[in-house]
């Protein structure tokens, strides 16, 4: 008796692996256990959602009251609900990421944000970075200065790279070191939502990977010649 509809030994061998903590750590979401609460319970809903969808697969194979066109019709319409809420799920995990993201930004924008009166000392630091661009040690020092030295890092963040006598990528890259070194909690806020991001992106990776797994479309197919002899004359 086929355990599943396709029947495939690649097709069987994926749902039963999905259908675990580590299948779906696999190919849906990682780490799952070690982030914040909230997203932690969308990816949580997203797998029961798909382990119940698998297991509905399972006794639908078994199931001798359909035709094998109706059994993958069926199948067709089982994952297309599960994958609809498997993406709702990843979208709320990701909604929460985006927010927390957002915020955190404001938190290390506001840490690097010039103070008033203190223009002259930020072009100063400019200045002097500029003067010293062509200085071979300069660079290190000029990491180390961001970490340790908040007007150092200010001057460099709040003004165009030009101005120091860098390019906008070391600018950048400057800049978001200053932002670790200077507002730590908020960068690992930051850390923290990208990596939550980036596992609600892999979700839909994860579904396109178990659709042929789930039923074919050329048997499915077959119930568009399906007749209704109950339909009123």
Known sequence: MKRYLTNFPAHIE?????RTETGFDVHFAR????????????????????????GRLERLARDATRTDAQRHDAARQLYDRAAAGVRAAAKDARAWA?????????????????????????????????????DADWPAELSRLVKTNRDVAVAIASAPGFLSGIGDDRQRDLSLAAMRAHAPAEADRLLIADQIIEEAERVESGLSKIKPAFYAEVIAAGMNTHVDVEAPF
Not at 14 to 18: A, H, I, N, S, T
């Open 98 to 134: 985006d927010a927390e993201a957002k915020e955190a930004h404001q938190g290390m924008n506001a840490v690097l944000a010039p103070e008033p009166g203190k223009a002259a000392l930020y072009g100063e630091i400019r200045a002097h970075a500029a003067s010293r661009k062509a």
């Open 31 to 54: 780490r799952v256990a070690d982030i914040p609460v909230a997203p932690q319970t969308s990816f949580t809903r997203a797998k029961h959602t798909l382990h119940d969808a698998i």
């Open 14 to 18: 994926l749902l039963d692996f999905c």
